[in-house]
């Protein structure tokens, strides 16, 4: 007979702290209709209509589902072109959760980055970074800079299970001051949760290292705080002495590091478009905010409607809730794990806002110069109408100098999780999906790119099946 008096194992269940209000229907596919399609979209699954797709993981930037608390804010949206009750909601979120001490919105975070590049960097500067994004590094070159990788080794290895692969690696910076010195330097590019690394963070010491060693050189640290809110969780998950506190305390004293930042709101502040430059030196942000009212919108609206700016301030706030951001993370974490179950290969550890296949080791058989990754996420959509991202030598484009593809260590597909959007069930139909093509993997052949735009090409060029 059982002991009655022992204690009962507690189960703890994984649930979203949140209940579905409004439903969208989706459209289901044949197979034969999601040939046709990803064949007229030139096997880039950027080129698909969206009406076309089940699942969609192209992206998390502005997909979120937006609450009721931000939906009743749109009501209040106070379209006035100038002064908008709106902006100075938002400037004060900004200011409570992220520290700093000037905001300029901005219709997107690109803009911020536009501003940002146009009014620091110096044809012939070099801007060192936590490994490169798209269009960040773009609009660097574009003003005539030249961004440096000083991201730790290992974040170059998917199969690296370094807690904290968005580190920078000092020595690659300290290395890089004296060699072009501090004055070519305008700043350093810093980003929390490493998106082209997988979804990668940064631990707050080494933020704080690099900020000791910029300091010393009159070197300013901005900040890609996109997906900031994120990093802050993977640091009270996995930095001692952080364990106890609050999300929202994290943010801030990770922000507290940096002297600006972008910021894609289609992102953490849980949106469907907007964004923001913040900046803590007056005399910078004067010289933004004349910069802003030639790209953007005027100071107080930046590219952005009153009602936007309301949704957003309050999804900043809904963001930093400890609740939210642990099932946010929760999500992905669960697809991520029956993938390893099924010892499917996935960059690991795995990341904040999305699963990352590993392309080379999924499909070892096609060579890089001939896209596996694009190959793969074609397929997926083939399989099940899932869309996902190609984040690997598309991605990557060509050297600005020699015109030479770049070659990434990473070849990845990303499965990208928007927020408060799919069920555990749309999960599960995703892995089995992704199973079913590895399954398969050696039926597959690589692309060949037949048409090319000049600038980002991963968003419009066209492919070809071998």
Request: proline content about 4%; glycine content about 8%; some cysteine.
């Amino acid at each position: 007979m059982a002991d009655v008096t022992q204690p009962r194992p507690r189960r703890r269940y994984w649930a979203e702290p949140y209940k579905i209000k409004v439903v969208e229907p989706l459209k289901i596919t044949t197979r034969t209709e999601r040939e046709q399609a990803i064949a007229q979209a030139g096997y880039n699954t950027f080129l698909l209509r969206s009406n076309d797709v089940y699942i969609d993981l192209l992206t998390d930037s502005g997909t979120s589902a937006m609450s009721d608390y931000q939906w009743a804010g749109m009501m209040l949206g106070d379209e006035a072109y100038a002064g908008s009750k709106n902006f100075y909601n938002l400037e004060a979120a900004v200011q409570k959760y992220y520290g700093y001490r000037y905001v300029l919105p901005t219709h997107q975070g690109r803009g911020a980055e536009h501003i940002l590049s146009k009014m620091l960097i110096k044809p012939g500067d070099y801007i060192p970074g936590n490994m490169y994004f798209t269009t960040t590094r773009l609009h660097q070159e574009l003003a005539g800079g030249t961004f440096v990788d000083v991201i730790i080794d290992e974040a170059h290895d998917a199969t690296s299970l370094h807690p904290f692969k968005g580190n920078v690696d000092l020595q690659k910076l300290t290395d890089l001051i004296q060699q072009v010195g501090a004055e070519r330097i305008p700043y350093i590019s810093i980003a929390g949760t490493v998106n082209m690394a997988g979804g990668q963070p940064i631990a707050m010491a080494n933020l704080r290292a690099v900020r000791e060693i910029t300091q010393k050189h009159g070197i300013r640290v901005i900040l890609d705080a996109t997906r900031a809110v994120e990093n802050a969780y993977f640091i009270q998950q996995r930095e001692a002495g952080y364990q106890n506190k609050p999300i929202a305390s994290i943010l801030r004293e990770f922000c507290s590091y940096t002297d600006g930042c972008t910021m894609s709101g289609k992102k953490d502040a849980l949106v469907n478009i907007g964004g923001w430059l913040a900046l803590n030196d007056f005399d910078f942000y004067e010289e933004a905010r004349n910069i802003v009212v030639i790209y953007e919108g005027l100071h107080t609206y930046g590219g952005m409607a009153g009602r936007d700016m309301e949704a957003m301030a309050r999804g900043i706030e809904e963001s930093v809730q400890d609740d939210h951001i642990r099932a946010r993370v929760g999500q992905v974490e669960y697809l991520g794990q029956k993938l390893l179950n099924w010892n499917i290969p996935i960059v690991v550890p795995i990341g904040g806002h999305a699963v990352y296949l590993d392309a080379k080791r999924f499909l070892p058989h096609i060579p890089q110069e001939q896209f596996p990754a694009q190959r793969l996420a074609a397929e997926l959509y083939v399989e099940a109408g899932i869309r996902a991202m190609e984040r690997g030598i598309v991605s990557a484009g060509r050297d600005k100098h020699t015109g030479k593809n770049y070659y990434p260590e990473l070849e990845l597909v990303r499965l990208t999780i928007p927020r408060r959007v799919y069920t555990q069930a749309h999960m599960d139909l995703t892995a089995e999906t992704v199973e079913e093509v590895y399954y398969n993997r050696d039926r597959l052949g690589g692309l060949k790119m037949v048409y090319e735009p000049k600038y980002l090409r991963f968003f419009q060029a066209r492919f070809e099946l071998l």
